[in-house]
């Protein structure tokens, strides 16, 4: 009867180290490069800028002047309403002053010359999230009368950029076009 039951634990340890074994080849690989949280704001950062970009350079110029109804913005606008926000915080965020701000363009302003300023409002962001560490994170920065952690700015970026980018998204797909973000 013990080696019976001898036999029947050897064989439930080795199922259990198997399993251990197998559990653990197959646990997803950690994201590549640095870690931490000035990392995780920076890789959903640099996900989210390419399908802005994309959005705005792949949408018609006629139609940077469409609105889905009188009462909602147009393309253009929400492009410098993200040139606009970008501005604002990642000059804050990346120690910057006024003169390094991109001037949004007008609405009415040609899709060529928006695009620019909106690739330029990145560049001036660019500067802000590869500028943070681990270490300047906490860091508290004075916006208006509040003052919030530089990495909070940047979550709040990456936040407001993500809603404004869903809206173009709806743009597009409103007029038959397909986001960046569901291309094949």
Same mark, same amino acid.
């Given at each position: 009867?013990?080696?019976?039951?001898?036999?029947?634990?050897?064989?439930?340890?080795?199922?259990?180290?198997?399993?251990?074994?197998?559990?653990?080849?197959?646990?997803?690989?950690?994201?590549? #490069?640095?870690? !931490?949280?000035? $990392?995780?704001?920076?890789? =959903?950062?640099?996900?989210? +800028?390419?399908? /802005?970009?994309? %959005?705005?350079?792949?949408?018609?110029?006629?139609?940077?002047?469409?609105?889905?109804?009188?009462?909602?913005?147009?393309?253009?606008?929400?492009?410098?309403?993200?040139?606009?926000?970008?501005?604002?915080?990642?000059?804050?965020?990346? #120690?910057?002053? !006024?003169?390094? $701000?991109?001037?949004?363009? =007008?609405?009415?302003?040609? +899709?060529?010359? /928006?695009?620019? %300023?909106?690739?330029?409002?990145?560049?001036?962001?660019?500067?802000?999230?590869?500028?943070?560490?681990?270490?300047?994170?906490?860091?508290?920065?004075?916006?208006?009368?509040?003052?919030?952690?530089?990495?909070?700015?940047?979550?709040?970026?990456?936040?407001?950029?993500?809603?404004?980018?869903?809206?173009?998204?709806?743009?597009?797909?409103?007029?038959?076009?397909?986001?960046?973000?569901?291309?094949?």
């Amino acid at each position: 009867m013990r080696s019976v039951r001898a036999m029947s634990l050897g064989a439930g340890l080795m199922m259990a180290a198997m399993t251990c074994q197998t559990a653990s080849a197959q646990a997803p690989a950690p994201p590549a #490069g640095p870690s !931490g949280p000035a $990392a995780e704001v920076l890789r =959903s950062y640099n996900g989210l +800028k390419p399908k /802005i970009l994309k %959005a705005a350079e792949n949408t018609p110029a006629d139609l940077y002047q469409v609105k889905p109804t009188p009462e909602i913005r147009t393309f253009a606008r929400v492009v410098n309403h993200i040139i606009e926000a970008q501005n604002r915080t990642c000059l804050i965020a990346s #120690g910057g002053n !006024g003169g390094d $701000a991109v001037k949004p363009p =007008s609405d009415t302003a040609e +899709k060529a010359v /928006i695009v620019d %300023a909106l690739k330029a409002s990145f560049a001036l962001c660019d500067k802000a999230y590869t500028g943070v560490t681990d270490a300047n994170a906490l860091d508290m920065l004075a916006l208006g009368p509040q003052k919030r952690s530089r990495l909070g700015l940047l979550w709040g970026n990456v936040s407001h950029d993500n809603e404004q980018y869903a809206t173009l998204a709806l743009y597009m797909r409103f007029k038959g076009l397909v986001p960046p973000s569901s291309e094949k």
